[in-house]
């Protein structure tokens, strides 16, 4: 069964939970798949570990969004939340426009207020008065917060998502805007974190891939979402993000 148009962007229940059964057996601690669209797959690598562990994700998006549908790239945040083996959620490198006034008002503010989600946006180029969100970095200080955020963590068990739009353009070319990471920033958070806390798995996503559908509605709720890029040739989008993958998957699966 061709499983790619049907997850892509969004799945029903049904569908999500039925490739969960057919593909668990094949999966290992660390898992490199496809585009960000279909990142909502993380929250199901997440269900095959069953001690308590902080997700920690390297995101230009937050994917944190409330609305329907359940199962989307969207909204995954919230299904890794429901798991009760996941204390915690951190996503670092937002740079996209949900974190900000009024789209955030479709995003998991209580999850925020509670504490038990961090969502990390550059602030950079934004107003001097965005600088007191929480949770705001600055390309000047976000090592200096990533490092104090893990030793914090004491050593407990983590489990890491990367999605290759958390990097700077042309240093990847993927399905959504590209965000502000250099590769040796998430090299150095990867390693940040091995100091200082135990990845017990992971996964990597986020290339670039044409978009198929295996639904009308599917289709049209995931295009009026995509944002319109001027993509390059096609060896120019595999030479970067091979590049990426070769200098990140190690570092993350070692």
Not at 108 to 133: F, Q, S
Not at 187 to 207: N, P
Not at 227 to 243: G, H, K, L, Q, V
């Amino acid at each position: 069964m061709e499983w790619g148009p049907r997850l892509r962007f969004s799945a029903s229940p049904r569908t999500t939970e039925h490739f969960f059964r057919e593909i668990t057996p094949r999966l290992g601690n660390f898992v490199l798949y496809g585009s960000g669209d279909f990142h909502h797959l993380s929250a199901l690598w997440l269900r095959r570990i069953r001690e308590p562990l902080t997700l920690v994700s390297f995101d230009n998006h937050p994917d944190w969004d409330v609305r329907p549908p359940r199962w989307c790239c969207g909204s995954w945040i919230n299904r890794a939340l429901e798991l009760p083996h996941v204390r915690h959620v951190a996503v670092w490198g937002c740079g996209n426009f949900e974190c900000w006034w009024p789209h955030q008002l479709f995003g998991n503010r209580r999850a925020e207020r509670a504490g038990i989600l961090e969502v990390h946006p550059w602030v950079d180029n934004r107003p001097l008065k965005d600088r007191k969100r929480r949770g705001a970095i600055l390309r000047s200080d976000w090592r200096q917060r990533f490092e104090a955020f893990a030793r914090n963590l004491g050593g407990s068990n983590v489990y890491v998502t990367i999605d290759l739009d958390c990097l700077a353009p042309e240093l990847a070319w993927t399905n959504w805007e590209n965000g502000r990471f250099t590769l040796e920033d998430v090299r150095c958070g990867l390693e940040t974190l091995r100091q200082h806390t135990r990845i017990v798995a992971g996964d990597l996503c986020g290339a670039y891939s044409k978009p198929t559908y295996a639904r009308r509605k599917q289709r049209f709720a995931s295009e009026l979402d995509h944002p319109r890029i001027d993509f390059p040739s096609d060896e120019t989008i595999r030479a970067a993000n091979r590049a990426a993958l070769a200098a990140l998957w190690p570092a993350l699966a070692q």
